[in-house]
């Protein structure tokens, strides 16, 4: 089941703030947002979670809308090694349960 | 400290050849997953295993067998490989950890079948 929608493709300008936008409105009260991102086929690499309240670390800021239906990603200065696909899941953690990555967003930062 | 290591990194088959990838860490992580990631799609899980001796399905497990013999060790087996099976395959470890599930991934194993 897609739990999460996002959009297929952002550009961003180099140093300025990329904000990645996700839906999850079928979300549960006991599930969480993670957020990773895939370079050039990496492994993905985790980048930060939330629940209820907004989460900063140090490479993002990740905003949780009041009723939880959404959120947004945001890397606060972009540089060209950001250029990745950022995947937005939605998990609780629990024996058995599985991380659906989707497809993910495909962010392209520009000089 | 290695992380999540994958053997081997390339890898081509033949048609109905069988083969095993090995994913190995370090991080004393209870769960271990193998995933797929096809041209332009997310990766899907094929099966994962939270703890030695057991392993569960996937949303993509037809094809494959899993097994850990092994916490560090989890390997994923294919007995008659298809040209559908070509793909980068992904493993990954984490460990129980409540309200933080952070994964750790291999750098991939890129496998085709001709």
């Known amino acids: 089941d897609a739990k999460t929608t996002q959009p297929t493709s952002m550009d961003c300008a180099e140093g300025r703030a990329a904000n990645l936008p996700c839906n999850h409105s079928t979300i549960s009260g006991n599930e969480y947002v993670y957020w990773y991102r895939q370079i050039h086929s990496q492994g993905p690499q985790y980048i930060i979670h939330?629940?209820?309240n907004n989460e900063t670390n140090e490479m993002a800021s990740l905003i949780i809308t009041e009723d939880r239906k959404s959120s947004t990603l945001i890397l606060p200065h972009a540089t060209l090694r950001d250029t990745a696909v950022y995947y937005c899941?939605?998990?609780?953690?629990?024996?058995?349960?599985?991380?659906?990555f989707g497809t993910g967003t495909s962010l392209t930062v520009i000089p | 400290n290695a992380g999540v290591t994958q053997t081997p990194k390339f890898r081509v088959l033949k048609t109905g050849q069988s083969m095993t990838l090995l994913c190995a860490q370090d991080?004393?992580?209870?769960?271990m997953y193998w995933y797929r990631q096809d041209p332009g799609m997310g990766l899907r899980l094929i099966h994962y295993s939270v703890g030695e001796g057991t392993t569960a399905k996937g949303e993509v497990p037809d094809g494959y067998n899993v097994s850990r013999l092994k916490k560090q060790n989890f390997l994923l087996g294919l007995e008659s490989a298809a040209p559908s099976q070509t793909s980068v395959y992904f493993c990954?470890?984490?460990?129980?950890?409540?309200?933080?599930?952070?994964?750790?991934f291999g750098p991939g194993t890129r496998l085709t079948v001709t």
């Open positions: 939330g629940l209820k």
């Open positions: 990954a470890s984490s460990s129980w950890g409540g309200s933080s599930y952070e994964q750790y």
């Open positions: 899941i939605v998990y609780f953690s629990n024996t058995g349960n599985q991380f659906y």
């Open positions: 991080m004393n992580h209870e769960y």
